[in-house]
């Protein structure tokens, strides 16, 4: 019991860090700890190993980041071939390299070693065709090498990383410094919905009204907000009725795909407004969930970059 509530206080965390990046490295120092490691980060990483930039990281020091990326980016075994998994799909070091080969690598020996470092497992949240962004969590020698156990909890969480992560680009892609929803939802050039337990519409952008005029992916039904495709109007139904139930919506993946034209996707994140920064975003009307609409985006570093919270 006292494991299930510290796993759903973990997720509320994680989905505040949507709107306050600031709030990533408490998540991550949660991951790390459900998860059982010594250190979490979430970066990006490019296919070719010449270039590589952390976003948030603990449990690494400064000068171990410093020499990862001028000397151990080229040097990390894991890559290029961890960049192939599919986003979403948990995995472990060894499924790229067995242990035995990795513990012989100058990256182990001379980057992993002396950290107290024995093992790793990540998941990729998205990727291109030139580089991947993902979250990893390293074991230390006390944590031992990855297990089911630690695979399992990072795949509980990880479809809760996707989708806070992507709603946080959303929001970071208009605006500098600290995010609060409130009073930038008329102002995102993405697609911003509010709604109530029943999908009722209690408020709408006006990117989102031009949506919902087009009627190409969202329309305003009988009974509320409805999704013209018949699967995405499933996935999103049963969303909103998570939300209203103060229940986080566990659907495979981090979003919800409204066009299948491979030319022009569209995404809809469901975020529940339940708690901390997030209910006090739905304060004054009976919202819900928030439902952020967007086009499917491809240039990794520069968008994730401005989930530090940072103009810089």
């Not at 992507?166 to 208009?174: E, L, T």
């Not at 005029?213 to 969202?218: D, M, P, S, V």
């Given at each position: 019991?006292?494991?299930?509530?510290?796993?759903?206080?973990?997720?509320?965390?994680?989905?505040?860090?949507?709107?306050?990046?600031?709030?990533?490295?408490?998540a991550?120092?949660?991951?790390?700890?459900?998860?059982?490691?010594?250190?979490?980060?979430?970066?990006?990483?490019?296919?070719?190993?010449?270039?590589?930039?952390?976003?948030?990281?603990?449990?690494?020091?400064?000068?171990?980041?410093?020499?990862?990326?001028?000397?151990?980016?080229?040097?990390?075994?894991?890559?290029?071939?961890?960049?192939?998994?599919?986003?979403?799909?948990v995995?472990?070091?060894?499924?790229?390299?067995?242990?035995?080969?990795?513990?012989?690598?100058?990256?182990?020996?001379?980057?992993?070693?002396?950290?107290?470092?024995?093992?790793?497992?990540?998941?990729?949240?998205?990727?291109?065709?030139?580089?991947?962004?993902a979250?990893?969590?390293?074991?230390?020698?006390?944590?031992?090498?990855?297990?089911?156990?630690?695979?399992?909890?990072?795949?509980?969480?990880?479809?809760?990383?996707?989708?806070?992560s992507?709603?946080?680009?959303?929001?970071a892609d208009?605006?500098?410094?600290?995010?609060?929803?409130?009073?930038?939802?008329?102002?995102?050039?993405?697609?911003?919905?509010?709604?109530?337990?029943?999908?009722?519409?209690?408020?709408?952008?006006?990117?989102?009204?031009?949506?919902?005029?087009?009627?190409?992916?969202?329309?305003?039904?009988?009974?509320?907000?409805?999704?013209?495709?018949?699967?995405?109007?499933?996935?999103?139904?049963?969303?909103?009725?998570?939300?209203?139930?103060?229940?986080?919506?566990?659907?495979?993946?981090?979003?919800?795909?409204?066009?299948?034209?491979?030319?022009?996707?569209?995404?809809?994140?469901?975020?529940?407004?339940?708690?901390?920064?997030?209910?006090?975003?739905?304060?004054?009307?009976?919202?819900?969930?928030?439902?952020?609409?967007?086009?499917?985006?491809?240039?990794?570093?520069?968008?994730?970059?401005?989930?530090?919270?940072?103009?810089?």
């Amino acid at each position: 019991m006292l494991e299930a509530e510290a796993l759903s206080a973990l997720i509320a965390i994680i989905y505040d860090s949507a709107l306050d990046p600031e709030m990533w490295p408490r998540a991550l120092e949660g991951i790390r700890n459900f998860v059982q490691g010594c250190a979490a980060n979430l970066y990006w990483q490019d296919v070719s190993k010449e270039n590589a930039g952390v976003f948030h990281c603990v449990g690494i020091a400064p000068a171990y980041l410093e020499s990862y990326f001028q000397t151990y980016t080229k040097l990390n075994p894991l890559y290029p071939t961890s960049a192939f998994f599919p986003p979403g799909r948990v995995f472990g070091s060894t499924e790229v390299l067995p242990f035995k080969e990795f513990k012989q690598t100058r990256f182990y020996d001379e980057w992993m070693r002396p950290q107290g470092m024995c093992d790793s497992l990540a998941v990729n949240l998205e990727k291109t065709v030139t580089s991947v962004a993902a979250l990893a969590v390293i074991r230390g020698n006390e944590d031992g090498l990855v297990d089911e156990d630690a695979l399992r909890r990072l795949q509980i969480l990880a479809p809760h990383v996707l989708r806070a992560s992507s709603i946080g680009q959303v929001i970071a892609d208009q605006m500098r410094g600290k995010a609060v929803l409130a009073n930038t939802l008329d102002r995102l050039a993405a697609g911003v919905l509010l709604v109530d337990a029943a999908a009722r519409i209690v408020f709408a952008n006006a990117p989102a009204e031009a949506l919902l005029a087009g009627g190409k992916l969202l329309r305003r039904g009988a009974v509320g907000l409805m999704a013209i495709d018949g699967a995405a109007n499933r996935s999103l139904q049963l969303a909103i009725d998570a939300a209203s139930r103060s229940e986080q919506f566990d659907a495979t993946g981090s979003a919800i795909l409204l066009s299948a034209d491979q030319s022009e996707r569209w995404l809809a994140h469901v975020l529940p407004l339940t708690s901390g920064i997030r209910l006090e975003a739905a304060a004054g009307c009976s919202a819900v969930a928030a439902i952020f609409v967007r086009k499917a985006s491809f240039d990794i570093p520069r968008r994730w970059r401005l989930l530090r919270g940072s103009t810089n």
